[in-house]
């Protein structure tokens, strides 16, 4: 029902900013949580950060970020809930993996295997 593609992807030099996008298409009822996750190659896909829709919009405070990317990274949406953003600052190699925007249709979650919906990903490359 949902269908989700990533784009802003590239090669950023540490310590550079990237915003990544993730189109939303289809129709979801209830609750409805977007999250951006990342992997790299051998890795588990892991938790970056994820919002959560209250109902017509994405509401307001209702976010969660890695540890890892907490005061560097920042979610947000369009005003319908039809784009996910993802803006990444001070950036470090080790944020180089693929990105990749899910959904579901639940309360926010942090977890991997509670997300119903996936892109097909966007590589950031962090160098230096």
């Known amino acids: 029902q949902v269908q989700l593609v990533e784009s802003g992807g590239g090669l950023v030099q540490a310590g550079g900013s990237l915003r990544l996008s993730c189109a939303v298409s289809?129709?979801?009822?209830?609750?409805?949580?977007m999250g951006w996750f990342r992997q790299t190659p051998g890795k588990e896909r892991e938790f970056v950060a994820a919002?959560?829709?209250?109902?017509?919009?994405?509401?307001?405070?209702?976010?969660a970020y890695a540890d890892s990317v907490k005061g560097r990274f920042t979610i947000s949406r369009d005003n319908v809930g039809k784009t996910v953003f993802l803006q990444m600052s001070s950036l470090k190699p080790e944020d180089t993996a693929v990105y990749y925007c899910?959904?579901?249709?639940?309360?926010?979650?942090?977890?991997?295997?509670?997300?119903?919906?996936w892109g097909q990903g966007t590589q950031v490359t962090v160098s230096s």
């Open positions: 899910a959904a579901r249709e639940a309360t926010l979650s942090t977890r991997v295997y509670e997300y119903d919906y």
């Open positions: 289809g129709r979801t009822f209830g609750s409805y949580s």
């Open positions: 919002i959560r829709w209250r109902g017509v919009v994405w509401g307001a405070g209702s976010t």
